[in-house]
């Protein structure tokens, strides 16, 4: 039977899966297992209480849906699998093939997917009373408690100058609050390259985002509201403040496994830290045309399950992970498709449209003669982009230029 195939490396047949993890990687990772045949014991394990969602939508339409959030929602899952919600994974005991859960109880497995993802990173305080006022957007409670507060316009500092940072603060401004961004450095340059992220800073600023002086270092209360501490001395008063800096992956139940590299979750190109335990997701560092590290994007998170699954069940069978970066964002009125690797360096072909933050089709190569694409306010299926950043986009014919409505 496909569920009692025994992999390469595996000594006893694989008849009960654990999937730690019930955000996309988990999702995906259980509908491949039983999409590829496998029909044993699924056993999920998932901190929150609710069905999986797109986290991407949080910072995006879910934001700002008129009245009850839907942008989030998922198509239902088709893995049939038992699910156990509301409860953490506290340790893992390889040898035993074991997963211990905070509420007591002990999960025998044969195979092992991981994929616990990652939670947001935090601005320093020593002030206790300020974490109050400091919101971070990673989860739905997140998303609906800073709907709810936005409602009555208050003043928001926004720490963090990413895709993320600039995803909340284009919601807040749209919501009617007066919003400041705290950046270490010029936004989006990090994750989009000077270029793009010129584009970007612009079309917020004429949408009244205002830039604080200074990258932000502390945060600390005075008087009932919090005050953001910048690193040239000065501080910025606000009604709420909402933290974008990054996150830290989940590896803490790992720690005495035997299973993390120098403190990380490393796989190999068929998403296998060992040939009984798979990982996938934002907790997982793994190989790339650009070195081994963690990519935290949902499509990377899906492109790793669906090796990961396959990997568990057929070992050195399965196919190596080919990954293909694809990002998106929408911000400022501006929405942007990209495929291939990022930053950008340099100025882009234009392939349609061209300069000044308009309507653009664009391509980089990079030195190692492959591309990347980039769609700017402008309609394109995903698999043409993709196929433009390939190293010959001249023979690829390109639609017409479409503008987006804002």
């Excluded at 797109?54 to 700002?64: E, F, I, T, V, Y």
């Excluded at 049939?80 to 859960?101: F, H, I, M, N």
Aim: net charge negative; with cysteine; aromatic share 4%.
């Amino acid at each position: 039977m496909p569920g009692r195939r025994t992999p390469p490396g595996l000594t006893v047949q694989l008849e009960r899966i654990v999937v730690v993890g019930h955000g996309i990687a988990g999702l995906t990772a259980s509908d491949s297992l039983r999409a590829a045949g496998f029909d044993g014991e699924l056993t999920i394990v998932g901190d929150e209480h609710h069905a999986p969602y797109s986290r991407p939508a949080l910072s995006k339409a879910a934001l700002l849906d008129a009245e009850e959030m839907t942008s989030h929602q998922l198509p239902a899952s088709t893995h049939e699998a038992r699910e156990l919600l509301g409860v953490r994974a506290l340790q893992l005991d390889p040898g035993l093939k074991s997963v211990v859960l905070d509420d007591g109880s002990i999960l025998p497995y044969d195979g092992l997917v991981v994929a616990t993802g990652s939670r947001a990173r935090r601005l320093a305080s020593a002030d206790p009373a300020a974490r109050r006022h400091e919101l971070t957007l990673r989860t739905l409670e997140d998303a609906l408690e800073l709907r709810r507060r936005i409602v009555d316009k208050p003043s928001v500092v926004v720490v963090g100058g990413g895709a993320l940072g600039m995803e909340i603060a284009s919601g807040c401004l749209a919501a009617g609050c007066d919003v400041t961004l705290a950046s270490h450095r010029q936004p989006m340059a990090q994750q989009l390259g000077r270029y793009l992220s010129e584009v970007f800073l612009a079309a917020g600023l004429d949408h009244g985002l205002r830039l604080a002086p200074s990258q932000a270092v502390g945060l600390r209360e005075a008087d009932g509201h919090p005050l953001v501490e910048l690193a040239d001395g000065s501080r910025l008063a606000a009604d709420l403040v909402v933290s974008a800096i990054g996150d830290i992956p989940n590896t803490g139940w790992l720690a005495d496994s035997g299973i993390l590299t120098n403190g990380r979750l490393e796989v190999d190109s068929r998403s296998r830290v060992r040939p009984d335990i798979v990982a996938a997701g934002d907790v997982a560092a793994f190989p790339t045309a650009r070195g081994v590290g963690r990519i935290p994007l949902w499509t990377s998170a899906i492109e790793q399950s669906k090796t990961a699954a396959l990997a568990l069940l057929n070992g050195d069978d399965a196919p190596e992970l080919e990954f293909r970066p694809y990002f998106w964002t929408e911000q400022f009125g501006l929405s942007l498709k990209a495929s291939g690797f990022l930053p950008l360096e340099g100025t882009p072909e234009f392939l349609e449209g061209g300069p000044g933050g308009g309507p653009a089709l664009m391509r980089w190569t990079h030195q190692d003669s492959s591309g990347t694409a980039v769609a700017l306010n402008y309609r394109i299926p995903i698999p043409k982009l993709r196929r433009l950043a390939n190293p010959a986009p001249a023979l690829v014919e390109t639609p017409a230029l479409v503008e987006t409505p804002a």
